[in-house]
C-alpha cells in the first residue's frame, strides 16, 4: 500500500509531534480514510522527509508522531520547461503530466500563435500551483515544483540565458533529443514547447540566437499539451534518471 503524503511548512515539520488540519486533514480523513496507528509521510517541499504513525484523529485534525527525518537532495539536472500557453484547460494537464515527471520549474510564456497574456488572472495561476501540489503528493516530491507567472517573449528569452542547456521541440524535425543531449552534464535544462501552430520564422530565430537547440519528437505531431511530457520523459531517459 502507499504510504499518504502530506506537505506543511519546514517550521512545522521539524516539531517532533505534527499536526494537520485544514485542507490536509480532509485528504487524510475523508478522502484517504486513514486511520489511527496508521503510517504517514510529511514533508516540505524543500527535501525535508518526516515519517511517522498516525496518532490521534478527531473532526478537525489529526496528530503524528514522527519517528525518523531525512534529507533527499534535488535531482539533477533541474528541467525547466517553457510552454507556450495552450487553449483552454490545456495547461492544467501540462502541470499534471509533467510534475509527475519531476519537472524543476515550469515558465509559460506567449508568443504569436499561443493564448496572450491576459488569460492568465491570479486565481489561474493560483489553480495552476494546486495542482501542482497535488501532483506532487501523488509522485512522491521531496521537492515541490516552481510554477512561474506567464511572461511574454522577450522575457522568456532572457530566461534562458540562466540555463545551461536549451532544447526546443520542432515538429519540422532536428535531432533527437539523445543526440542533442550527449556529452552534457548541465545542472539546469530548458525544454522548449511552443505553441499549437508551432513559432515563426522570427521567433525560430530568437530562439536559435539564444542558443537553442532543435530536436525533433518522432514523426507523429504531438498536441502542445502532451508533448512536454514527451521531451522530459525522453531528456530523463537519456540521462539515466528513468
Not at 100 to 124: M, Q, W, Y
Request: hydrophobic share 40%.
Amino acid at each position: 500500500m502507499t504510504v499518504p503524503k502530506f506537505y506543511i511548512s519546514s517550521q512545522q515539520l521539524y516539531k517532533g509531534r505534527l499536526v494537520l488540519e485544514g485542507e490536509n486533514h480532509h485528504h487524510l480523513s475523508r478522502v484517504l480514510r486513514v486511520q489511527k496507528e496508521d503510517e504517514v509521510e510529511i514533508l516540505d517541499g524543500k527535501g525535508l522527509v518526516a515519517r511517522g504513525r498516525v496518532y490521534e484523529i478527531t473532526s478537525s485534525r489529526a496528530v503524528i508522531d514522527v519517528s525518523t527525518y531525512d534529507h533527499l537532495e534535488e535531482e539533477k539536472p533541474r528541467m525547466h520547461l517553457y510552454q507556450a500557453l495552450p487553449k483552454g484547460k490545456k495547461m492544467d494537464k501540462v502541470i499534471q503530466r509533467c510534475v509527475e515527471l519531476g519537472i524543476h520549474a515550469i515558465h509559460p510564456f506567449t508568443c504569436t500563435r499561443s493564448r496572450p497574456l491576459g488569460v492568465v488572472d491570479k486565481n489561474k495561476l493560483r489553480r495552476w500551483k494546486k495542482i501542482a501540489v497535488e501532483s506532487s503528493r501523488i509522485a512522491g516530491r521531496a521537492h515541490l515544483p516552481r510554477i512561474d507567472e506567464a511572461v511574454g517573449w522577450a522575457e522568456m528569452i532572457e530566461g534562458l540565458a540562466r540555463m545551461d542547456l536549451v532544447i526546443m521541440a520542432d515538429e519540422e524535425g532536428g535531432d533527437k533529443p539523445s543526440k542533442a543531449l550527449q556529452g552534457a552534464h548541465p545542472d539546469d535544462l530548458g525544454l522548449i514547447i511552443g505553441p499549437e501552430g508551432g513559432f515563426t520564422g522570427r521567433e525560430r530565430e530568437d530562439l536559435a540566437g539564444a542558443g537553442a537547440k532543435i530536436v525533433t519528437l518522432g514523426v507523429l505531431i504531438l498536441r502542445t499539451e502532451a508533448a512536454g511530457s514527451v521531451l522530459v520523459a525522453a531528456a530523463r531517459c537519456h540521462l539515466g534518471l528513468l
